[in-house]
Nanobody, 127 residues
Framework: QVQLVESGGGLVQAGGSLRLSCAASGRTLSPFAMGWFRQAPGKEREFVAAIGWSGGTTYYADSVKGRFTISRDRAKNTVYLQMNSLKPEDTAVYYC????????????????????WGQGTQVTVSS
């Protein structure tokens, strides 16, 4: 399994930016896609973005498309989520997750595709 630790959350004003990081350890030589999810108070956890093992394929939820960018540095075993033009509705606990696969992002927005999860990092956007 892969162990995941998120960082980079915090408080930011609407329109601002934050960059989240997710450091992976453990079985990092095995191929895995990475995803970001978020859970706002009183709501279900929802998909935000995902990136394939090679880093060449990405997929975004419509709500963040054009504002968020996911990337990965395989040498550092780290995945990033650059969040720009933040809105109060982006306030949530953000989780990174790993899905054991080498190719494709089919169904990558489904939580059941993921094998490992981080503990989450809080992002709060004030209006």
């Amino acid at each position: 399994q892969v162990q995941l630790v998120e960082s980079g959350g915090g408080l930011v004003q609407a329109g601002g930016s934050l960059r989240l990081s997710c450091a992976a350890s453990g079985r990092t030589l095995s191929p895995f896609a990475m995803g970001w999810f978020r859970q706002a108070p009183g709501k279900e956890r929802e998909f935000v973005a995902a990136i394939g093992w090679s880093g060449g394929t990405t997929y975004y939820a419509d709500s963040v498309k054009g504002r968020f960018t996911i990337s990965r540095d395989r040498a550092k075993n780290t995945v990033y989520l650059q969040m720009n033009s933040l809105k109060p509705e982006d306030t949530a606990v953000y989780y990174c997750a790993a899905a054991a696969r080498a190719y494709g992002l089919g169904n990558i927005d489904r939580q059941t595709q993921y094998d490992s999860w981080g503990q989450g990092t809080q992002v709060t956007v004030s209006s």
